[in-house]
């Protein structure tokens, strides 16, 4: 997770709390691994704001049955359902599974 968006999620826990925010993302293997660590530990690499800051955030992925559900079928079709194709769905939502089981 690049340190702009670091920032701005920062900015935004600050701004309204972190209990009122939750993240969904669209990147599969390592990047969301890293991301979710960022976004629930804080920064592993410590170099960016949330380096040392533990939001805790609720993160998702865009592909889970829970978030992709909420998305109205044709913008799914559009935007999401090729994403759904390349990925691998099931490691995604193993990789979730397992990092919110230890968080």
């Known amino acids: 997770m690049d340190l702009e968006n670091q920032a701005a999620i920062?900015?935004?826990a600050d701004d309204i709390g972190s209990e009122n925010l939750m993240v969904v993302l669209g990147m599969p293997g390592e990047g969301l691994r890293l991301a979710v660590e960022?976004?629930?530990?804080?920064?592993?690499?410590?170099a960016g704001p949330?380096?040392?800051v533990s939001l805790g955030l609720p993160v998702?992925?865009?592909l889970e049955e829970t978030v992709r559900a909420e998305v109205p079928g044709d913008l799914y079709a559009d935007?999401?359902?090729m994403m759904e194709m390349v990925l691998d769905l099931p490691q995604i939502e193993s990789d979730l599974a397992d990092m919110r089981a230890a968080g």
């Open 38 to 46: 960022t976004l629930t530990t804080g920064d592993p690499s410590w």
């Open 50 to 52: 949330l380096a040392g």
């Open 60 to 62: 998702f992925h865009i």
């Open 79 to 81: 935007k999401l359902l």
């Open 10 to 12: 920062k900015s935004i």
